[in-house]
């Protein structure tokens, strides 16, 4: 099964104007993202390099 890059979540939206400050729930669209650890094997030993964020299932 491959996961989803996006999903819906409600968030909050804050506003203000003339002086009043308003607030509103709203579902909006966020991407979701996943660590990727790359690492390096030199003479049998592990380094870590890096850790990067990735959306699944969205590659080159």
């Not at 999903?7 to 509103?24: I, M, N, T």
């Amino acid at each position: 099964m491959r996961k989803s890059a996006t999903f819906r979540h409600p968030v909050e939206q804050l506003s203000l104007a003339g002086g009043r400050l308003s607030r509103r729930v709203r579902r909006d669209v966020l991407a979701t993202e996943e660590p990727l650890e790359i690492r390096v094997v030199v003479s049998g030993a592990t380094q870590q390099v890096a850790v990067t964020m990735r959306t699944p299932g969205v590659g080159f």
